[in-house]
């Protein structure tokens, strides 16, 4: 379909309701900004720099703590941008490339927190055979899927989201342009591409999140089988901070998808939740209940000075 678009930029009304509070806003905003790319900049150095680290649960946690570098950083800077006093406007190939990065980077850590579950599940029932099925080939294999997966998926909803002409008005009543807050600025029917984007949006991370939930059902009941509650301990600790990641990142997006009706203040609230909140605290889930990750963390920091030699 040829597009038809006049609309040159769109102007981002940021979040619904929230008039007069923009420097208390951009404090906070600003404050889990630095908080997330600092703890996930940290994650990265300390599993890159710590030799005992280099086992594939956290070449994948590695791979996640880049992705929630990039993923903030889609909307975040332009947010903090317009609640400083700058302008709100955003042009139409600026549009089109945050719709695709966010979906882009949503999707592969959606299908990264699966690979991560089916890590999990190789090395708690087939302990055995951990090193030999999870290889660094198919490892590298896996992450490689995770973002080709989320490519497509991407690059198939912003294509058909801009297909459709944009001719005025130009106000997105959103913090940044996402699929439904563009569907409604369309000159042309949507209801079409408003299922399909129900479906692919809403069903394929509740698809995940199925397997996710599979692949733990079968880790539960191996860890009920082991005797020991010492054992049984150490294996659950392993997957506690998973799932708690887990929680935290579908929630919102099933969420704000999959429901009927739409309410754009409690909608904005839950996503920010999604964009800053969840990648600022993933470095604290997965460092503060795992005794390896604070250990090479203590020694990357007394490295850089900031603390005493001993934990």
Known sequence: MRNLSVVTEFILLGIPHTEG????????????????LTGNLLILLTIVSSTRLHTPMYFFLCQLSLGD???????????????????????YGGCVSQLFFY???????????????????????????????????????????????????????????????????????????????????????????????????GLTPLGCFFL?????????????????????????????????????????VIFIYLRPTANPCLDATVQILNNLVTPMLNPLIYSLRNKEVKLSLWMVLHQLGFLPEKL
């Open 21 to 36: 509070l923009e420097t208390m806003l951009l404090v906070l905003f600003l404050s889990f900004y630095i908080f997330t």
């Open 69 to 91: 570098i990039f993923f903030p950083s889609v909307s975040s800077p332009k947010m903090l941008f317009f609640l400083s006093g700058n302008s709100r406007a955003i042009s």
């Open 103 to 201: 979906h882009f980077l949503g999707g592969t850590e959606c299908f990264l927190y699966t690979v991560m579950a089916y890590d999990r599940f190789v090395a708690i029932c087939h302990p055995l055979r951990y090193s030999v099925i999870m290889s660094y080939k198919v490892c590298a294999i896996l992450a490689m899927g995770t973002s080709v997966l989320g490519c497509i998926h991407s690059t198939y909803l912003t294509a058909l989201t801009f297909q459709l002409p944009y001719c005025g008005p130009n106000e997105v009543d959103y913090y940044f342009c996402d699929i439904p807050v563009m569907l409604k600025l369309a000159c042309a029917d949507t209801s079409t591409l408003e299922v399909v984007g129900f479906i692919s949006v």
């Open 212 to 252: 996710i939930l599979t692949s733990y059902s079968c880790i539960i009941c191996s860890i009920l089988q082991i005797r020991s509650a010492e054992g049984r301990h150490r294996a659950f600790s392993t997957c506690s901070a998973h799932l708690t990641a887990i929680l935290l990142f579908y929630m919102p």
